[in-house]
T-cell receptor
């Protein structure tokens, strides 16, 4: 069962490009999370949103509740943005994760 | 410094030898959770705890046990490890029970069962 689907699985971009990662979910959720996992393995929470849009620096996350879809945008991408980006839906106390999008930004 | 600490970071062991992965947080968080991460499958929730002495199963609890005797600690116990439990494990915590809180993750424990 894949309650949360992400696309693309892999993404290579040139430095400076605008990047979009998509996430669709099939279950009712109370919040949508975007996580970043660096090559060293550590995971950091980037955003948690239940409606609308949030922005932090060059990162923007949006969610459309009716369409059960969220996007993560990175503006002016940089090699240090290279990481795996993971989308997760949460409901109650349980979490359902996408399989991640591996992003490589080339200088 | 606010953090979630897991130990050990790496462990190679043999089938059937009981092991415990410890997890401790210093943020007075109520909610704690264990996940395993496998290639192609992503992160999956093993167990979670909403507060002291309150735990519940996630998606993949078979072969694992947990306990929450103190608020700061949430150990993951493998009573009789098997090779299919070879994985990367993460502990996470958040301020309050319920999912609408950002989670803080530990650095992960890479476990190999031979």
């Amino acid at each position: 069962k894949n309650e949360v689907e992400q696309s693309p699985q892999n993404l290579t971009a040139q430095e400076g490009e605008f990047i979009t990662i998509n996430c669709s979910y099939s279950v009712g959720i109370s919040a949508l999370h975007w996580l970043q996992q660096h090559p060293g393995g550590g995971i950091v929470s980037l955003f948690m949103l239940s409606s609308g849009k949030k922005k932090h620096g060059r990162l923007i996350a949006t969610i459309n509740i009716q369409e059960k879809h969220s996007s993560l945008h990175i503006t002016a991408s940089h090699p240090r943005d290279s990481a795996v980006y993971i989308c997760a839906g949460s409901t109650g106390n349980q979490f359902y994760f996408g399989t991640g999008t591996s992003l490589t930004v080339i200088p | 410094e606010a953090q979630v600490t897991q130990n050990p970071r790496y462990l190679i062991t043999v089938t059937g030898k009981k092991l415990t992965v410890t997890c401790s947080q210093n943020m007075n968080h109520e909610y704690m959770s264990w996940y395993r991460q496998d290639p192609g499958l992503g992160l999956r929730q093993i167990y979670y705890s909403m507060n002291v002495e309150v735990t519940d199963k996630g998606d993949v609890p078979e072969g694992y046990k947990v306990s929450r005797k103190e608020k700061r600690n949430f150990p993951l116990i493998l009573e009789s490890p098997s090779p299919n439990q070879t994985s990367l494990y993460f502990c996470a915590s958040s301020y309050r029970a319920g999912s609408n809180q950002p989670q803080h993750f530990g650095d992960g424990t890479r476990l190999s069962i031979l």
